[in-house]
């Protein structure tokens, strides 16, 4: 079973500059994640849709951050303009259902100079 | 204070130590814990998974939960090299939306 692809895997740029990642799920999960890491830090939620609804976004910095997931599957995350406190490395997970296992990709990692 | 404290180490061990890895979290609300593991450059992978208090083993692994003091753990026995990796603690909040809030993790290394 494939596990959760994301893209790109390294991006740097400029601050003010706008950045999209995305994420394409285990297939048949119908719940998909956006977590932040910082350096030191474990992931925070950032976003959580069950299917292509949001359930959470409470801690979506949603001046600058945005995020969809069209046709309940893949997922693009979005910051513009983009912060130096915006480096960090981006994970997307996915799960069958609310109630089951996140099995997480791989991560973007993000630098902002 | 953080819903979920966690020293972030470094800690190094020699092969075969016993290693015991802690966490505490505020919310008395919390009935579910796990642990995960994120090896460099990698996304977390779920090791273990226990509800409410009590112990869980699964191999050299075991998860304990004492609700009473609000304390996590994960004890590692006869650690190897390949158990080099950040330990990151976790809570859900119980009910529908699965949102899982993370310790800062713990950096292992294990040394041959």
């Known amino acids: 079973e494939a596990g959760v692809a994301q893209s790109p895997r390294y991006k740097i740029i400029e601050k003010r500059q706008s950045v999209a990642f995305w994420c394409n799920p285990i297939?048949?999960?119908?719940?998909l994640y956006w977590y932040q890491q910082i350096l030191g830090q474990g992931p925070k939620l950032l976003i959580q849709?069950?299917?292509?609804?949001?359930?959470?976004d409470s801690q979506l910095p949603k001046d600058r951050f945005s995020a969809e997931r069209l046709k309940g599957v893949d997922s693009t995350l979005k910051i513009q303009p983009a912060k130096l406190e915006d480096s960090a490395v981006y994970l997307c997970?996915?799960?069958?259902?609310?109630?089951?296992?996140?099995?997480f990709g791989p991560g973007t990692r993000l630098t902002v100079t | 204070q953080k819903e979920v404290e966690q020293d972030p180490g470094p800690l190094s061990v020699p092969e075969g130590a016993i290693v015991s890895l802690n966490c505490t979290y505020s919310?008395?609300?919390?009935?579910?814990f796990m642990w995960y593991r994120q090896y460099s450059r990698k996304g977390p992978e779920l090791l273990m998974y226990?509800?409410?208090?009590g112990n869980k083993e699964d191999g050299r692994f075991t998860a304990q939960v004492d609700k009473s003091s609000k304390y996590i753990s994960l004890f590692i026995r006869d650690s190897q090299p390949s158990d080099s990796a950040t330990y990151l603690c976790?809570?859900?909040?119980?009910?529908?939306?699965?949102?899982?809030?993370f310790g800062t993790g713990t950096l292992l290394a294990v040394q041959p």
């Open positions: 997970a996915s799960s069958a259902g609310t109630a089951n296992e996140q099995y």
């Open positions: 297939s048949g999960h119908a719940t």
């Open positions: 849709f069950q299917n292509n609804g949001v359930v959470d």
């Open positions: 919310n008395s609300a919390f009935q579910y």
């Open positions: 226990t509800y409410s208090s």
């Open positions: 976790a809570t859900e909040w119980s009910g529908a939306t699965n949102k899982l809030i």
